[in-house]
Each structure stands twice: as C-alpha cells, then as structure tokens.
C-alpha cells in the first residue's frame, strides 16, 4: 500500500535552513499517476499548499509565500522527494506534510504523519 514517511523537521533560527525529505513507498515518484507536493498547517489555520512536483515530466509549482525560498526536488533512486527550505521565517512555522495524488479528476490523497518545522529565535 501507499505509505509516505517525512523526515527533517525541527527548530531552526530565522534565516535558516533545513531540508525535508519523504520517503515513498506502495508507487514509484515518477509514476504518471501521481502528483506529489507538500503541505503545511500552522496552528489554527487552514492546511495550505507549498510546493509540487508533477511526475512526468518534474514541472514544479509553489505558493507566493515561498517562492525564491523553498525547492521541491526528488530522487528517483530513493524515491524520495525532498523540499528545500531556506530564508526560514518565523511565519513558516507549522507541520509539514507529504501528499501523493492519484489521478486527476477522480483523484485519491495520500498523506505522511507530518513532521514539525519551528522557526525561532
């Protein structure tokens, strides 16, 4: 079955770094079937997208918020997808989480556990 595994999460300073990755299973990353992206929700806000990847041909989209900032990237070999984060700002502050989409119109979401990303100083 579908698994996705985040890893990468933590407290960072502002204008910090930190690189999340997320470990597929159940499919393969560049399966034409599936979209994969990266979410966030902060405390009492709605869950909002991030950043995506599409699996044919690896075109990448991103919020306003993290555009210049963030880089979602994958790993064929690993089947990993990973999202680069960098001039990290207290507003970034939130769980991140994986997704898998299958199909389009008619589409299924799979989700990882989330893993937390706190940007303080």
């Known amino acids: 079955q579908v698994q996705l595994v985040e890893s990468g999460g933590g407290l960072v300073q502002p204008g910090g770094s930190l690189r999340l990755s997320c470990a597929a299973s159940?499919?393969?990353?560049?399966?034409?079937?599936?979209?994969m992206s990266w979410y966030r929700q902060a405390p009492g806000k709605e869950r909002e997208l991030v950043a995506g990847i599409e699996s044919a041909g690896g075109t990448t989209n991103y919020a306003d918020s993290v555009k210049g900032r963030f880089s979602i990237s994958r790993d064929n070999n690993k089947n990993t997808v990973y999202l680069q984060m960098n001039s990290l700002k207290p507003e970034d502050t939130a769980v991140y989480y994986c997704?898998?989409?299958?199909?389009?119109?008619?589409?299924?979401?799979?989700w990882g556990q989330g893993t937390q990303v706190t940007v303080s100083s």
């Open positions: 997704n898998a989409r299958r199909g389009v119109f008619i589409f299924r979401d799979y």
């Open positions: 159940g499919f393969t990353v560049t399966d034409r079937n599936y979209a």
